[in-house]
């Protein structure tokens, strides 16, 4: 990817979060400078939930997220939002969004929002990790993997984002012993605004990155190859406590299942203490082009 094609722009994710009110129920995210990529999924999804939070009452931020994706997005084309109000109960809210661009909608999503509440809580833990400042920045990581260092470098140079990998892997599966497994930690590259629908939505950006890494693992073919080809199909988030999308996470990622075409993964999201943060799950198109 070229630097022309890089869809970041001053003030990163926080400033992809910033629509254009169009009425009471609709938002437009602007278009993004420079040669047409196809829009990363979790920007179209984050700013799904940024819209949608504008409609509901004060106190109750998201808690979860259902999408689909349609057709691509196209990064030189403005995204129009349109939110449909499903529900106002006395505890959630509940929003329906459609993101458009001219060649029909490229996304439907479902988000809910929930007022603050006390309940019964237990979680599951993180395996033992370096901190992220122990663990080496991905130009020192895979110095000795030039493949897998262009398309690090090609994700972060493409995407506001900071990654780095405490296993020093993206192809061996992690210490989990899974079959398919991957981590990472990650953040935002800019301070996001305190907002706590603005930190959620920034969390639903996050949430998209390398997910689908981890479904080749059992086979013989790497993301890094050229032959693999994935799609995005569904996207969900489930939100359990606050978290800063501009502060590290770590992603915990596994794939328990891959055929007809498709694949299914899952993930963990910690913050640096440990706290579940979110959950995550997502379906896929996942292709392997033919030999010759």
Known sequence: MTAASRIDRPGGVGALLELDRLGPLTFRGRAHEGER??????????QAVAAAARTVPPGRPPNSLGAYFLLPGDSTVPVVYTVGT?????????????????G????????????????????VRPAPVPPPEESPPVERAFADDPRTLAFLSEVTAWLPVEIRFPDGSLDVP?????????????????????????????????????????????HPHRITDGTVWFATIGHSVVLHAP?????????????????AGRCLTRGRLFDRTGRLCGSTTQEAVLRVAEPG
């Open 243 to 259: 978290a800063r999308a501009d502060d590290w996470l770590l992603y915990e990622i596994e794939s328990d299942w891959a055929g």
């Open 37 to 46: 990529v196809r829009l990363y999924g979790g920007e179209v999804a984050a």
């Open 86 to 102: 499903a529900r106002d109960g006395g505890a959630f809210s509940t929003r329906t969004v459609e993101a458009r661009q001219p």
């Open 104 to 123: 029909g909608a490229i996304l439907l999503a479902t988000a809910s929002f929930q007022r603050p509440e006390r309940g019964l809580s237990h979680q």
């Open 174 to 218: 992690s210490r989990s012993g899974h079959i398919a497994a991957l981590r990472f930690w990650m953040r935002a590259g800019h301070r996001l605004p305190d907002a706590p629908e603005t930190q959620a939505a920034g969390v639903v950006y996050l949430s998209d990155l390398l997910m689908l890494a981890a479904s080749v693992q059992p």
